[in-house]
């Protein structure tokens, strides 16, 4: 039985982790993506892919919040500022924006 090189299960765990967080990025799950890039840079902090997909995340949730301060009451916004909130599990901050697109769309 041979036995593995505690390095080359770092690699493996690293690549895992990976795919996992791009399967979280393409299925638009930012703040989950956001954890495993920052469990990925812990593990190796110089990761280019890391930084470049943080880099797009950040950029998308800022955009997010310059959109409503242009337009407060955009619906399409303000519906995925509450689906970021609910996947990053805080629950009443969700809430408060689909609440927030039902005053402004009560259909």
Same mark, same amino acid.
């Given at each position: 039985?041979?036995q %593995?090189?505690? #390095? $080359?299960?770092?690699?493996? $765990?690293?690549e895992?982790?990976?795919?996992k967080?791009f399967?979280l990025f $393409?299925k &638009? &799950?930012?703040?989950?993506?956001i954890? !495993?890039?920052? +469990?990925i840079l812990k593990?190796s902090p +110089?990761? !280019?892919?890391? #930084?470049?997909?943080l880099?797009?995340i =950040?950029?998308?949730?800022?955009? #997010?919040n310059?959109?409503l301060r242009?337009?407060?009451d955009?619906?399409?916004? *303000?519906?995925? *500022?509450?689906n970021i =909130?609910k996947d990053?599990?805080q629950? %009443? &901050?969700?809430n %408060? =924006? =689909?609440n927030k697109?039902?005053?402004t769309?009560? %259909?």
């Amino acid at each position: 039985m041979s036995q %593995e090189n505690p #390095h $080359d299960l770092e690699l493996n $765990d690293l690549e895992d982790l990976k795919d996992k967080t791009f399967i979280l990025f $393409d299925k &638009k &799950k930012p703040i989950e993506a956001i954890e !495993l890039f920052n +469990k990925i840079l812990k593990i190796s902090p +110089k990761d !280019l892919d890391a #930084h470049f997909y943080l880099g797009i995340i =950040y950029t998308d949730l800022n955009e #997010h919040n310059k959109a409503l301060r242009i337009d407060p009451d955009n619906k399409r916004v *303000l519906n995925n *500022l509450g689906n970021i =909130y609910k996947d990053k599990e805080q629950f %009443e &901050k969700a809430n %408060e =924006y =689909y609440n927030k697109v039902l005053k402004t769309d009560p %259909e």
